[in-house]
Structure formats: structure tokens, C-alpha cells
């Protein structure tokens, strides 16, 4: 992979961590994931207007599925800490992600890229192991929002070749994105109450554009690399997640976490080596 490709990953990592923490400091979360949504839908409309619509029915199914990611995501944070969901969910995704790219778009990850998919997987588990971790029904949401990134991951490798344009398949899919979760945050909660002047309103908005530079980040990287070993390059979030957690959260970092830290390290080094 390219420096440029590596680079773009990693910037996804880093903000794709900052956004989670964002969520899991609210209050509300199905309320602060849902306004996130309108924020980053309200930049995407413009550049959707002039961008083609791209017939391709992986714009839909992602959105969907990213809907389905968020109320998972939510559910998981409910009893657990970010330091504890965060290396579950993402832990899951890159074995599948590979998997479903050699099944479906063809792509044949080195035997470097190979271990260090493996080892950036194994380093994230590692993370969620020990004391204090969360509660069982968080771990099965964890589990559950892990399987639906890898699908959503996958359709968006996919789609994005297909489209000819990641610009344009990041517009459309966060404007469909943008309707179809405040329409089931209505179906479930009844009312959508937003106070522009409430500090949580502003926090949630800014947590939505950082989300959706990390989304642009890593669709860009999709249209010019191998979605495993993109995606696994992005899992070293959770080493910035870790950061944050026990920064700005005042959550534990123990010997063990960092020492993960380190596998994940080591997984996104062989990752970027040329066999």
C-alpha cells in the first residue's frame, strides 16, 4: 500500500475514536448519535446536489446498515466504557472485513498484510480482557455492532469502485443516512427535541463532523487500496480510543492495555511492509 493509502487510515483512526468518545460522554446517546447524523448530513447535502446519484444499490444498503451499527453501538455503551466496547467492536472487524473482500471483491492480501491483520484482531481483543470489563449484554451489542461494521465495510468497498466517484458515494450514502435514523429515533422515542443554544447540541453537532471526516477518510482510502488491510489499519483506533478514554474520560489504563497496544502497533507495521 501507498503512504498516502496508510496515511488516510490512520486519520480515520484518529478521528474515528475522537467521534466514539463524543458518544459515549452523553447522556442521551440515541439522542447525541442522532443529531451527530443531521450534522454530518446537513454538510453532505451540498456536495450530494452536485454529485451524480450513484445507481448502485450499496448506497442504500449501507446506510442501513449503518443505522443498524449506531442503535447497536448505543446499546453497547450503555453499561460499559469506552476503553471496554470500543476494542470489542473494532477487534471484530478486521478478520471479517478480509474475509468478505477475498470473497466478494477479490482482493489478495499479502502474507505480511495476513499477520498483521491477525495481530492487530488478537492486540484489540486482548484489550477488552481483565477487570472491571463490561457487562455481558454489552459485550453481545459489541459483538453484534463488530459484524454489522465488517458488512457495512464490505458493501462500501465494494460500492465505491462501483460508483467511480468516493465523493459522491460518501454524499449520498450520509444523506440517506441522515433521514433514515432520525426517522427511527422518531419511531422509537415519539419526538425530537433539538436546543441549538444547549452545550450538548453543540457537542453532539461537532462529534457529527468529526465522524464524517473519519467516514471520507477511510471511503477515500477504500478507492485506492485493499479493504482488509485499510480497515485493520484503521483498527489501531483503539489505541487512540485507549488514549482518550483514560485522558478525558478518567478511565483506567492498566500494564495490559498498553501491552495490547503494543500487538496493535505491531499488526499495523506489518501491514504496511511489502512481501
Not at 452523553?26 to 450534522?39: F, K, N
Not at 451499527?69 to 471479517?96: C, D, K, M, T, W
Not at 453537532?205 to 477504500?222: I, K, S
Request: hydrophobic share 55%.
Amino acid at each position: 500500500m501507498s503512504p498516502a493509502v496508510i496515511g488516510l487510515a490512520l486519520f480515520a483512526a484518529i478521528l474515528h475514536a475522537a467521534w466514539n468518545a463524543f458518544l459515549r460522554s452523553g447522556a442521551d446517546r440515541l439522542w447525541t448519535v442522532t443529531v451527530m447524523s443531521i450534522s454530518a448530513t446537513a454538510v453532505a447535502i451540498p456536495l450530494a446536489l452536485v454529485s451524480p446519484l450513484p445507481a448502485s444499490p450499496f448506497v442504500i444498503a449501507s446506510a442501513c446498515l449503518q443505522v443498524g451499527y449506531s442503535l447497536f453501538l448505543v446499546a453497547a455503551y450503555r453499561h460499559g466504557e469506552l476503553g471496554q466496547v470500543y476494542p470489542i467492536v473494532r477487534g471484530s472487524v478486521p478478520l471479517l472485513v478480509t474475509l468478505g473482500s477475498v470473497l466478494t471483491a477479490g482482493d489478495r492480501p499479502t502474507a505480511s498484510q495476513a499477520a498483521g491483520v491477525a495481530l492487530v484482531a488478537l492486540g484489540i481483543m486482548s484489550l477488552s480482557l481483565g477487570k472491571g470489563r463490561a457487562s455481558a449484554s454489552s459485550i453481545l451489542y459489541a459483538l453484534a455492532t463488530g459484524a454489522i461494521i465488517a458488512a457495512y465495510a464490505t458493501v462500501d468497498a465494494i460500492g465505491v469502485r462501483a460508483a467511480g466517484h468516493s465523493g459522491a458515494y460518501t454524499a449520498w450514502v450520509l444523506v440517506l443516512y441522515g433521514v433514515l435514523l432520525p426517522a427511527t429515533f422518531l419511531l422509537l422515542r415519539g419526538r425530537l427535541t433539538i436546543d441549538i443554544r444547549a452545550p450538548e447540541t453543540r457537542t453532539a453537532l461537532a462529534g457529527g463532523l468529526v465522524a464524517l471526516a473519519a467516514y471520507g477518510a477511510v471511503v477515500a482510502a477504500f478507492a485506492l487500496g485493499p479493504a482488509g488491510p485499510i480497515t485493520a489499519i484503521r483498527e489501531t483506533s483503539v489505541v487512540f480510543a485507549a488514549l482518550i478514554g483514560r485522558l478525558c474520560l478518567q478511565e483506567t489504563l492498566t500494564p495490559r492495555r498498553i501491552a495490547a497496544c503494543a500487538v496493535v502497533a505491531l499488526g499495523a507495521v506489518c501491514l504496511g511492509w511489502r512481501s
